[in-house]
């Protein structure tokens, strides 16, 4: 199976802040990548797919860039509802495989 | 509205059985594959299976390979997972996702249900 790895696995970081987190692949995926926001006790909903088309309706503070094995989610200015984990998922092939989770705090 | 509900969970013992639904509403079903993916208890996700649009391919992952079952009923919109063997390492949230292909190809998952929550304990 491909591993995914994510980092950091932490992120402190204010509201207006520009953060980025990365996901590294264990072999090429080409751009085979999404990127997933889960909030706490809810199902993850998609962010961007494709390494970076973002999902209609999600707001263009986001974006992901990357191929083949390295890749990142780049929000330009923190919202006070972006605090929350993020995932992110290769499906190059089955099994399909996330990474272990940034998790974004105040 | 768009949306899956998935029904099901519960606390089993190790060796039992248990089946998972997930039931899709506000689009077309059966133009979707389908998959089950898992969380345990403060971990990541976990791809456990999927089912192409008309039932006739599916896939599992190696963790739970000859132990579960896919399977989807199109004319009731309904997507299941039957759960044999049941170990205690299968305690996680279910989630059933959509694809946005019809067939096991490369895909992201567009929309996910809320998720049931099943205990394997003695």
């Known amino acids: 199976d491909i591993q995914m790895t994510q980092s950091p696995s932490t992120l402190s970081a204010s509201v207006g802040d520009r953060v980025t987190i990365t996901c590294r692949a264990s072999?090429?995926?080409?751009?085979?990548l999404a990127w997933y926001r889960q909030e706490p006790g809810e199902a993850p909903k998609l962010l961007i797919y494709?390494?970076?088309t973002l999902k209609s309706g999600v707001p263009s503070r986001f974006s992901g860039s990357g191929y083949g094995t390295e890749f990142t989610l780049t929000i330009s200015s923190l919202q006070p509802e972006d605090f929350a984990t993020y995932f992110c998922?290769?499906?190059?092939?089955?099994?399909?495989?996330f990474g272990q989770g940034t998790k974004l705090q105040i | 509205e768009v949306q899956l509900l998935e029904s099901g969970g519960g606390m089993v013992q190790p060796g039992g059985s248990l089946r998972l639904s997930c039931s899709g509403s506000?689009?077309?079903?059966?133009?979707?594959?389908m998959s089950w993916v898992r969380q345990a208890p403060g971990m990541g996700l976990e791809w456990v299976s999927g089912?192409?649009?008309?039932?006739?391919?599916?896939i599992y992952a190696d963790s739970v390979k000859g132990r579960f079952t896919i399977s989807r009923d199109n004319s009731e919109n309904t997507l299941f997972l039957h759960m044999s063997s049941l170990r205690a390492d299968d305690t996680a949230v279910y989630y059933c996702?959509?694809?946005?292909?019809?067939?096991?190809?490369?895909?992201?998952?567009?929309?996910w249900g809320q998720g049931t929550l099943v205990t394997v304990s003695s």
């Open positions: 996702a959509k694809e946005e292909v019809a067939t096991l190809e490369a895909s992201w998952f567009d929309l």
């Open positions: 506000g689009f077309s079903f059966s133009n979707y594959a």
């Open positions: 089912i192409s649009n008309r039932g006739g391919n599916t």
């Open positions: 072999q090429s995926i080409s751009s085979w």
């Open positions: 494709q390494a970076s």
């Open positions: 998922q290769q499906y190059n092939s089955y099994s399909y495989t």
